[in-house]
């Protein structure tokens, strides 16, 4: 019998999906505790048309996403810190920094990650990756300063 599962219930289905199950397993158990119910023409048309509609969104992010990354590809960003005569600085500059100053200047509607395995903590220029969409990456330069003071 095919039904369409409400609720996941492994190791048969997972929700919204459409499976063939044995008829004792699909009127005994699934049906009757309100895991799954009967899988009418009406309900594969409906999980049909959802699964397309994911697809195209999920393209159109995947567009957004490369968009996005091209236009970041290359781009430099300034941070001014207080720093040692040596440049070592007295903080560091973590992902979550690079990210942020990256949400001021661009309006990004993706999601996205820089990828720097520990946070910077010298003066000096750095190039450093971001992933959009965990699949198209961009280059950006980051210029770590000394912050004058006054």
């Known amino acids: 019998m095919r039904v369409y599962f409400k609720e996941d219930f492994e190791p048969y289905g997972r929700r919204g999906e459409i499976k063939d199950v044995s008829d004792g397993l699909a009127r005994n158990l ?3 505790k309100g895991i799954a119910i009967p899988a009418t ?3 594969i048309k409906h999980v049909r048309t959802v699964e397309e509609q994911k697809k195209e969104k999920s393209e159109r992010l995947k567009k957004i ?3 996005e990354a091209e236009e970041l590809n290359g781009k ?5 810190e207080v720093s040692k005569e040596d440049g070592e600085l007295y903080g560091s500059i973590r992902k979550e920094n690079i990210e942020e100053k990256i949400r001021k200047r661009f309006n990004f509607k993706s999601d996205f990650e ?4 520990e946070p910077i903590k010298k003066t000096g220029r750095y190039e450093v990756e971001v992933l959009f ?3 198209y990456k961009a280059k950006i330069k980051i210029v770590v300063k000394p912050k004058v003071e006054k």
Do not use: H, N, P, Y
């Not at 430099?76 to 001014?80: I, L, M, Q, S, V």
């Open 30 to 32: 699934l049906i009757r």
């Open 41 to 43: 023409e009406s309900i």
């Open 65 to 67: 996403a490369e968009k």
């Open 76 to 80: 430099t960003f300034e941070f001014a």
């Open 114 to 117: 820089v990828l720097i395995d």
């Open 133 to 135: 969409m965990k699949q």
